[in-house]
């Protein structure tokens, strides 16, 4: 918990003292699509999911900034019998794993002040995650803060001097860290509003 604090604090000085005159905030609603052992553990399709995307443009095709993110994968599995380790139980599953994405970013537009302007970027920083499976009256938690790497590419639909509609495709790739023996990976297609600051 200490940890988000600080993020949170140092996130809030950086967005108050932009490096330039002009920001962009993009707040965009984020389906993800589990990959590798994520995949493994939840096949679903998340449809719980919402990203903020703070670019200070330092000049008018080179945004730095942060995002923030969070998407949730659910899915419940039929009555089985489940072995962990040397335990069995029998029951019907449910399992959630929560992702927080914390990130410095980078993003070069190709054709900025144009109607259409495609971007692409990427990403560093940690990925929160909680792992959580429900069985009967038992709960299995895992939580681990893994290092991460994020590209993306995108669009931006550009309605006015202080307003644009965007399509985002990010890849979040977390190493394995904490209760988690394997990386954590999900793509994310994000759509939403980006709001301008002159």
């Not at 069995?88 to 190709?110: A, E, T």
Request: charged share 15%; glycine share 8%; net charge positive.
């Amino acid at each position: 918990m200490k940890k988000l604090i600080y993020i949170a604090a140092f996130l809030f000085v950086w967005v108050t003292n932009p490096l330039s005159a002009q920001t962009n905030t993009a707040l965009t609603y984020s389906m993800g699509f589990a990959t590798g052992d994520l995949s493994d553990f939840i096949s679903k399709t998340s449809f719980r999911g919402v990203t903020l995307d703070f670019r200070s443009m330092t000049r008018p095709d080179l945004g730095i900034g942060f995002s923030l993110g969070w998407n949730t994968f659910y899915e419940s599995k039929d009555y089985d019998t489940y072995t962990v380790g040397t335990e069995s139980l029998s029951g019907k599953q449910y399992r959630y794993s929560n992702h927080v994405p914390m990130l410095v970013s980078f993003d070069y537009y190709l054709k900025p002040g144009e109607k259409v302007s495609p971007f692409f970027g990427i990403g560093t920083g940690v990925v929160y995650t909680r792992r959580n499976t429900d069985m009967n009256l038992y709960t299995l938690k895992q939580e681990a803060w893994n290092f991460a790497f994020q590209p993306q590419i995108g669009v931006q639909l550009n309605n006015s001097i202080t307003s644009a509609t965007t399509i985002m495709l990010k890849y979040y790739y977390g190493l394995k860290a904490g209760d988690l023996a394997e990386p954590q990976s999900y793509l994310a297609l994000n759509v939403g509003f980006v709001f301008r600051q002159p």
